[in-house]
Nanobody
Framework: QVQLVESGGGLVQAGGSLRLTCVAS????????MIWYRQPPGNRREMVAG???????NYADSAKGRFTISRDNARNTVYLQMNNLKPGDTGVYYC??????????????????WGQGTKITVSS
C-alpha cells in the first residue's frame, strides 16, 4: 500500500511562514515528479510548485519569490517552505507524486498518488 501524508498546515498571520512536508511511503520503487497543489475555498485546485527527481523546479507565478520547494530523495519526501504568507494563500494544500511501485516481483507504474491534504489559513 502506497500513501502520501502531508503535514505542517495550520493558522498563521499574514507575513508569517509555514513549512509543509509530504512523505511517500509503502512499496515504492522510485518517485518521479512531486508537486504541491492547493485548493482555495470555493475554487479549483491549482498547482503551486513542482520538482522532478533530478531537481528541476517549477513555480506558479503566485509562489515565485515567496515559496521554495525541495525534496529528499532518500526519504521520498518533498517540502514546501512558504514565507510572507498572504490571505490569498489560504486553502487546502495537497501533495501529488508520480511513482513506480513494486509488489516484490514486478514494478508497476507510473501511477499518480494524492495525499489527503493539509489546511492552511492565513489571517489578515
Amino acid at each position: 500500500q502506497v500513501q502520501l501524508v502531508e503535514s505542517g498546515g495550520g493558522l498563521v498571520q499574514a507575513g508569517g511562514s509555514l513549512r509543509l512536508t509530504c512523505v511517500a511511503s509503502g512499496s515504492i520503487n522510485s518517485v518521479n515528479t512531486m508537486i504541491w497543489y492547493r485548493q482555495p475555498p470555493g475554487n479549483r485546485r491549482e498547482m503551486v510548485a513542482g520538482i522532478s527527481s533530478s531537481g528541476r523546479i517549477n513555480y506558479a507565478d503566485s509562489a515565485k519569490g515567496r515559496f521554495t520547494i525541495s525534496r529528499d530523495n532518500a526519504r521520498n519526501t518533498v517540502y514546501l517552505q512558504m514565507n510572507n504568507l498572504k490571505p490569498g494563500d489560504t486553502g487546502v494544500y495537497y501533495c501529488n507524486a508520480n511513482m513506480y511501485c513494486t509488489d516484490g516481483e514486478k514494478v508497476h507504474g507510473p501511477v499518480v498518488y494524492w495525499g489527503q491534504g493539509t489546511k492552511i489559513t492565513v489571517s489578515s
